[in-house]
């Protein structure tokens, strides 16, 4: 029961994360490669009154982003597909993705979301207002190279061995990069395993680049790893691997 | 240069820990097993004034526990070593570790502290003030059988999949509680390696027990391996396995 609900909750994340791309893009049809997007978009195009209001999306620019933070948004998003003002359409591989502090908060119905709504709970990385205070990042997904880059800046409120970065803190960006990558990849997914390589401390206040870059896919298992560099790549910081299962997404909305 | 800042980091990390409990203990010779303790404690005691006020000890019960969370308190509370109004020595086998937001908030000086002080840093762990609404948690360790054990109670800004909680929040827990561990166990060590089996998801306000033992020590590295429950441990959240690597002291204040 419990691993249903576990299911359920994870399913509803990936929705998120996919429509939230999807939103993104307000392209009817994408190129994102993912297993099982025709069922979501379909979840989002049946319920559309579920979104009551427009939410914040916290990967656009703040007062706090330092220029490093800001030279590398600058240097993703200007090759960021897109469209503009007079209609045409830019290429470019890479596509921004959005970050909320939470999906369900926008949510007013659904089978299942009144048993799982808490409505004072915030996503862990989004839970703090505070411009630059906590965690500060913006995540780029290039498709044809089936790769993610998330440009991270570390506040303050982030500490573990003073002056830098605590471990779970980097660990809770990982899982978010990687996990993100993966749902994209593979649609409906659990973390099963997150084996992470310490190499180096990172500095509280200091902007980092995660790299996330497809293994393999065997079966249910989508094989994801994840190196943390300084922003100029020089130093490294962690190696991870992870692993990810899909997931039916007709048994998360059934509790099966 | 960064690795060794690193180092410095870390040992400070690990000189809090462990003066933190010998405070605790109130006592100056001290049956917790820790490798190094003599010079933490000569450093503690020559620099009296460093600490100029008494920090906040968020590992004591506030209003915001559940019955839970107060019930394994209580159980593993009463089983430590205490002493009486009367003076009479009351024996158990865990001890209590305090826990603070920051421990160089309290301190002021230092060679190489004013560097990497940042005045505005917290403990990531303990970076919200609204009581219940992160992290809830206190660590006990029991010497003699090398074990430690954490009573976590998840608040609902941990959130991850809806009304569950975030993967690198309980990452983080573990890091904690392996890192806190491993400190007693062998002094100032660095994490090299975390390995997370996740089993199945945690659900916000939920009180779990994270328990961490002790598996084998080689030369300089020491493994832990640390598994987190249900409460009453029908249920298998994650299984851990952390790798340390212990580091010279003297290193760390030299910067070398």
Known sequence: MARSLGRICKGFQCLGSVSSIQTQLRQPSTSVS??????VRTMVQALP?????????FSLPNSSWGSEMMRLYEH????????????????????????????????????????????????????????GAAFEYVLFVNSEEQKCVCVFQAGHLLEGPPGHVHGGA????????TGTHATILSGPVMTANLNINYRSPI????????ESFLDKKEGRK????????????????TETTALFLSINFSHLLLGE
Chains 1, 2 share one sequence.
């Not at 993912?34 to 069922?39: A, D, S």
């Not at 660990?171 to 990069?177: F, K, R, Y």
Request: charged share 25%; with cysteine; net charge positive.
């Open 222 to 237: 989508t094989f994801i790893s994840c190196k943390v560099t300084s922003s100029d790549g020089s130093k490294l910081h």
């Open 76 to 131: 993703y998003n200007g090759q960021c597909k897109a469209e503009t003002e007079g209609g045409e359409k830019q290429e470019g591989p890479w596509r921004r993705l959005p970050s909320y502090n939470r999906l369900l908060k926008y949510a007013t119905g659904g089978v299942y979301l009144s048993k799982i709504i808490q409505s004072k709970a915030r996503l862990f990385t989004r839970n703090i207002r505070d411009p």
């Open 49 to 57: 009154s579920l979104f009551s209001s427009k939410p914040r999306d």
């Open 203 to 210: 500095p509280l206040g200091s902007t980092v680049l995660l």
């Open 170 to 177: 980097i660990a809770t960006m990982i899982d978010t990069v």
């Open 34 to 39: 993912v297993r099982g997007t025709t069922f």
